[in-house]
């Protein structure tokens, strides 16, 4: 009798290990669980689900993902067509690292980081009704894109880094602006 209260008692014990483990921090399933719940600590420390109403509208609605959200806006995309005839482009340019200088041929070297935004109204995608508002997407789309046609003026050489693809990063907002991290 004792060894099968004993037996029940750590199968028990496993459940509870075992619901821990699938709320662990960082996991999968936690990752997902927290798509439509913000979670606090209650007061044993275990993660207690808050139900955050907006975030359960977004994700049980029907909404349009992303590649229904490319596949159309680009439909009718012309990349050489200046966005409303005039584009306002902000520019941030962040220094890394200052890397060499010479004082012989009187030039220097330094990694930097370019973030550019600007809005083009042909990328709008809000009537769409999608289901996340920013669209993050690799350097390939960036091709078929306006871009604006940044330089450096009296440089000897400026390269993006590859390695091992180019180190860009495009967003698009559902209004239409894009940020471009290079």
């Not at 699938?22 to 600590?41: A, G, H, I, K, M």
Request: net charge neutral.
């Amino acid at each position: 009798m004792h060894y099968l209260q004993f037996l029940l008692l750590a199968v028990l014990l496993l459940m509870c290990q075992a619901r821990k483990a699938v709320y662990r921090r960082n996991s999968p399933s936690l990752r997902r669980l927290t798509r439509n719940y913000d979670w606090e600590v209650d007061e044993h420390g275990a993660l207690r689900p808050i139900i955050n109403p907006a975030k359960v509208e977004r994700a049980t609605k029907n909404c349009a993902n992303d590649s229904f959200i490319l596949g159309t806006i680009m439909s009718n995309y012309n990349r050489h067509k200046i966005p409303g005839g005039q584009v306002e482009v902000e520019v941030e340019v962040w220094v890394q690292e200052i890397t060499t200088i010479s004082d012989i041929t009187s030039d220097f070297q330094l990694d930097i980081y370019i973030y550019e935004t600007w809005h083009d109204p042909a990328l709008n995608y809000a009537f769409l009704n999608p289901c996340k508002y920013n669209l993050s997407l690799n350097s390939v789309l960036l091709e078929k894109l306006w871009t604006p046609n940044s330089c450096f003026i009296n440089s000897k050489t400026a390269d993006i880094h590859k390695s091992p693809f180019p180190n860009i990063f495009l967003m698009i907002y559902a209004n239409g602006t894009e940020p471009k991290n290079c």
